[in-house]
């Protein structure tokens, strides 16, 4: 069974699949979606490190993200070297609107904020393991190797946000997590102007006869 065989059940909970033109835009322009990737690391740490101090209360959520937080920053330290073994510079580079805007759609207070969050989570993580799992099989070392591992280790950071969601709200999840996953199927789908790691393929400027 290949790696991505592995994953793909694991990620059903996105309604719509990474859209073809994003792969072969993403290939086309590796150095910047590596940068993207980097910054996608230390967000995803900072993300779990947040939830820890929201809901100090949660002692089994905040073991567990704290393990994750640490796994992120490892794999952000991968994406440096990597990006170091390339002879690619890290630069400064505006983020994407694609975890902005599906924190818009997050409650504002409890009840609901935390199992929104979770679920938010979750919709991130399987987003970024199928994405790994999309490209690795196109890149050459040592991104392709990283990509294989990353998509495997994002599949269990899936299972486990989606895991504490359940827990949080036995009867709300399912039909949150509907709501949430159009929300995200929208935002890794629709064609955009700049290229990011969870952004939809870009936008084709149509071509006008002379």
Known sequence: MSERDAIEPRVSILTAPTPAGWVEDAL???????????????KAASTALALI?????????????????????????????TMSALGLPFQRQRPGRYAQQLRRWVATSDPGRKLDLLLVGAL???????????????????V???????????????????????????????????AL??????????????LRFHSGPLARRRQHPD
Request: glycine share 2%; net charge neutral; aromatic share 8%.
């Open 124 to 142: 991130i993580e399987a987003r970024s393991a199928e994405r790994f799992a999309l490209l690795a099989p196109h890149l050459l070392p040592p």
């Open 144 to 178: 392709a190797r990283l990509y294989a591992d990353l998509a495997g280790a994002e599949a269990r950071h899936f299972l486990l946000y989606l895991g504490f969601a359940r827990e949080v709200a036995p009867r709300q999840w399912q039909p949150r997590l509907q």
């Open 181 to 194: 996953a159009r929300a995200e199927a929208q935002l890794a789908t629709a064609p955009v102007e700049t």
């Open 28 to 42: 086309a322009h590796l150095p910047q979606l590596l940068q993207d990737h980097a910054n996608c690391e230390k």
């Open 53 to 81: 101090f929201a809901y100090p209360e949660d002692r089994a959520l905040g073991a567990a993200l704290s393990r994750l937080a640490r796994e992120e920053l490892r794999h952000f330290e991968q994406v440096i070297r």
